[in-house]
């Protein structure tokens, strides 16, 4: 029965009963985590025979014969640049293989756009007095504390069902010169496991900006990170941008933290041949080069883009169950009462919960009070303030299935606290 | 007999045998380098058992218990922390452990200033109109292009044998606050191999700038890495400004570039408290972590500061015979002839030449048409402009001993006849 039908006392019932089962909670001292993305160590020993492809001093030349354990080469090991080429769909020419994080390049990339201007000798950004960003939200609390520490204004977008409500998107970008640049996670977005569809990436890619010098960040984190069977298509980016003319427009980003290692894997940045002839004599006054053993040993490891997709599958197979855990309790527990919805994602490391309006921040709190970590709420928004303050994102890699499952129960009860309090105020 | 004392006839004598000995060389079509300071395979091979260190999951974990593996901790290991620590005498508090390079942190701490400026509140470099660096010179010429591709006036200060000439130093420092920051390379500099004196560090250490954000870019590359029995020992610069009152204004940086693996090393930056409280939250935007695996295999490798000690005594080794086979064929071909000078380093990758005026940028030419490789005469100043025109760099580490002592032959033969036809024209 939908909550909001229900009767005063039906629903001071429900809260009764919900604040009773969250008093039982509490005496069980629960210290759960569904906070951070993050792969378990189940899912980090499918990686751990990389550590052993690289033990001497022959393993670490590559087939040009060039000596990785030395100084040379800025923008990665030819071999690299060919698996993540083959992997993405991406040209080789157009990857800079680099260090071991994603995120460190997107900042990095920011910060030379700030310092230095893009391509085409426009004025550096950090120049041109306000600029700004478009945030299609929820999204990723880590872009918008790169644009937050910056001083770049954040303009959220709403996601739909397909991607950024593209309507919004071409009203801002074609308009508004200060408008610079879109964060865009385009498979299995952060937090919504949204895949962008075909009709929103052609439109990406057909922007007339306003900007010159407006490029679109296209996270491409979680590329090869389906949790069933069926492959995820998403429309190839740049072979759209280059129909429409606009491949420089296009900042794209991927790495291994979620197929190898977190800490230790390796990140690429792609863009046009335009861009990477700008970024290259930049990044090498930054650096001599990055660690190429490592970028070796992925290759090593890997041997190929196939090599990688049934090392996806294994990964797969140990996530799918504890997402399944937490759409099976969900609906189980608040299917059906009109007080949440949720997605189910085919891919990514999150579930984006809904609750009504005003009550994430009370269900953060409640849970946090029992002892289970949830992202705050509201970082998953520009400034870490949800307009309806009701987006949750849970990410249940890294707990157990029986931590997960506790967990999830915990925050069904703080949900239909939460909102049994809310109907009754009403 | 010195040539400058030689009438026109002997030196046309000369001019001609070494004209006569360059055509000599060029019919051998040699293709020897010179130019970077890059260790050898030789060396390299010394640091293999460290590839070996870590092969499987079990040897990622922390004394602590924490897995290298996955994401966590952004400012480095705890034992890394510890080993840079006990090497370098700083306290592990104030140690960034970082990815591969100091380059990058160097960089990346020149752009954070620029765009967030230095802790205290102060306005931005970028946002302060003209700003300023001294540049000791010769010096490295990295650090020079990381103020040129920012936009940073260069200021060259001329070496003395204690260090940059503090004179000039505390003159620009002290009078002008559009003057951030310093170079410094303080043991083994970067070309001339000289150790800055006690007096040299106390002075830096007590500057009184101008600019209340000021900063000296401590590029301790070559901390450990003596040629000889005998320890250089350099001033501690954290103790002498903990006096001074002037810890803030140290950013100190050094790597295991030449101590393991220059593109798979671990770099680190050290500061005051004050300045890792207000960095660490600026870097926890630019990135979740460093590699920690990587950082495991140096502890695990090296064990503690001794087992450093000790391996770069086979560094040492390795290098000792290259450096002192530089040096007798410039004293057997160049000495007491008064038409260069050069420096005998006790430690660190180069040997600094200085030609008779208006020769160096000639002997480049001469040397490269004959199939030797010279880092670009110039390079060692900012702008690549040598006043004088008269210094090179010599980088012995890389080639064979063979391909030294005929390149330093060669080398020998240009100076010869570039010195005669200068002393010609006068």
């Known amino acids: 029965m939908i909550w909001s039908q229900k009767t005063r006392e039906e629903l001071l019932a429900c809260r009764d009963q919900a604040a009773a089962e969250l008093e039982a909670y509490r005496a069980q001292s629960l210290k759960l985590d569904l906070t951070r993305g993050k792969p378990s160590a189940e899912q980090l020993n499918l990686s751990s025979g990389m550590l052993g492809v690289i033990t001497h001093a022959d393993d670490c030349f590559s087939e040009s014969g060039l000596d990785c354990r030395n100084y040379g080469i800025l923008d990665g090991l030819p071999e690299t640049k060919q698996l993540f080429a083959d992997l993405l769909g991406i040209k ?3 990857i800079i293989v680099a260090g071991n994080s994603s995120l460190n390049l997107m900042f990095d990339t ?3 756009c700030m310092l230095f201007g893009v391509r085409g000798g426009y004025e550096p950004w950090g120049r041109q007095g306000r600029i700004k960003f478009l945030c299609p939200s929820p999204g990723y609390d880590r872009h918008f504390a790169i644009c937050r520490s910056l001083g770049i204004e954040m303009i959220p977008i709403p996601m739909t069902p397909e991607g950024p409500d593209m309507k ?6 074609c308009s508004d ?11 299995f977005s952060n937090p919504e496991g949204v895949t962008y569809s075909d009709a929103v990436v052609e439109e990406l890619a057909s922007l007339r900006p306003a900007a010159p010098d407006f490029r679109i960040f ?3 984190a979680y590329a090869v990170h389906e949790l069933y069977d069926e492959e995820v298509p998403l429309a190839d980016i740049f072979a759209l941008a280059e129909e429409n003319g606009t491949v420089d427009n296009i900042f794209y980003f991927a790495s291994t933290s979620k197929i190898s290692f977190p800490g230790s894997g390796v990140a690429i940045m792609a863009a ?3 861009n990477i002839h700008q970024i290259k004599p930049i990044l090498s006054t930054q650096t001599i080069g990055f660690d190429k053993i490592n970028q070796m040993r992925h290759v090593k490891y ?9 090392h996806m599958r294994r990964h797969a197979a140990v996530l799918r169950p504890k997402f399944d855990a937490v759409l099976d309790i969900l609906e189980a527990e608040l299917g059906g009462l009109g007080i949440a919805d949720w997605t189910s994602p085919r891919g990514g490391y999150f579930i984006s919960l809904n609750t009504m309006d005003d009550c994430a921040r009370r269900v953060y709190r409640l849970a946090k009070s029992v002892g289970v970590a949830l992202t705050e709420a509201g970082a998953t928004y520009p400034y870490g303030c949800d307009p309806r303050d009701r987006n949750l994102r849970i990410a249940p890699s890294f707990p157990t299935l029986p931590e ?3 967990a999830t129960k915990v925050l069904c009860t703080c949900v239909k606290l939460a909102s049994a309090e809310k109907l009754l105020e009403e």
């Open 92 to 94: 080789p020419e157009r």
């Open 302 to 310: 890997f041997g190929d883009a196939d090599g990688i997709h049934a």
């Open 177 to 187: 010169p200060s408008v610079k640049g879109i964060w865009c996670v385009p498979k």
């Open 110 to 112: 920011v910060v030379r």
């Open 272 to 274: 046009s041949e335009n």
């Open 218 to 220: 296209w996270d491409n």
């Open 404 to 406: 997960i499952t506790a």
């Open 168 to 173: 919004q998107v071409r009203m801002h970008v």
